[in-house]
């Protein structure tokens, strides 16, 4: 049985912004699609900026404030603007358990669980998201050293799996607010997200 993934990726277009001027291309992965957005001088820095940030329709575009997606997301894209490098916006909702699920889990959390006792009490592992489009879009923009972009471990493990010298990890810190604590303090405890 064949089970190589087949990647398919678009022509690479400009996307200016509020915080400057970016390229950007998508990558096709089954039904999800991945967006890359870089700075046209991140190939000249021996070791550039890259987040892999994983997808918030709540947070990144409704403005929800029960997680710390959306100002993560902007603070990358700001900090990549003026030293150069790359967002990868991993399509894979809810930790990959899609939007419906993902509402699902946040009725739960309503009724006073936790992300992770959510995510379990609906069937699936407290983090379902694979990274094979990942592997994919570094060997593409020829990577092999970078500062990450990140608080969560498992994404430090996944690059080093992947043989890309980490040379920095620099942190993505967002202040707390009421409806977010108990969600960070989560990813902390339970997750061993580096949120200090």
């Known amino acids: 049985m064949n089970t190589e993934i087949h990647f398919e ?24 699609e991945h967006l890359i957005i870089f700075t046209e001088n991140f190939e000249q820095q021996e070791s550039p900026l890259v ?16 997680c710390d997606c ?18 990868i916006y991993h399509r894979q909702e809810g930790r990959n358990i899609g939007l419906l699920n993902k509402i ?4 739960l959390q309503d009724q006073g ?12 592992a407290p983090d379902q998201r694979t990274y094979d ?12 050293k970078i500062r990450l972009l990140t608080n969560n471990p498992a994404k430090v493990d996944v690059v080093e ?9 620099v942190p993505v810190i967002i202040d707390p607010n009421p409806h ?7 990813k902390k405890e339970c997750m061993g997200h580096l949120l200090d």
């Open 9 to 32: 990726k678009s022509a690479i277009a400009n996307m200016p912004s509020k915080y400057g001027k970016f390229k950007i291309r998508a990558y096709k992965e089954g039904h999800q």
């Open 51 to 66: 987040r892999i940030h994983s997808e918030c329709l709540t947070g990144d575009t409704l403005g929800s404030i029960k």
């Open 70 to 87: 959306n100002n993560q997301l902007h603070k990358a894209l700001k900090l990549i603007a003026i030293e150069g490098g790359l967002l």
């Open 104 to 107: 699902n889990a946040y009725a």
């Open 113 to 124: 669980r936790n992300t992770i006792e959510a995510n379990v009490e609906l069937g699936f």
């Open 133 to 144: 489009v990942i592997k994919e879009i570094f060997k593409d923009f020829g990577l092999k």
């Open 161 to 169: 799996e992947l043989h890309i010298e980490i040379t920095e990890r």
């Open 180 to 186: 977010n604590e108990g969600y960070l303090r989560t």
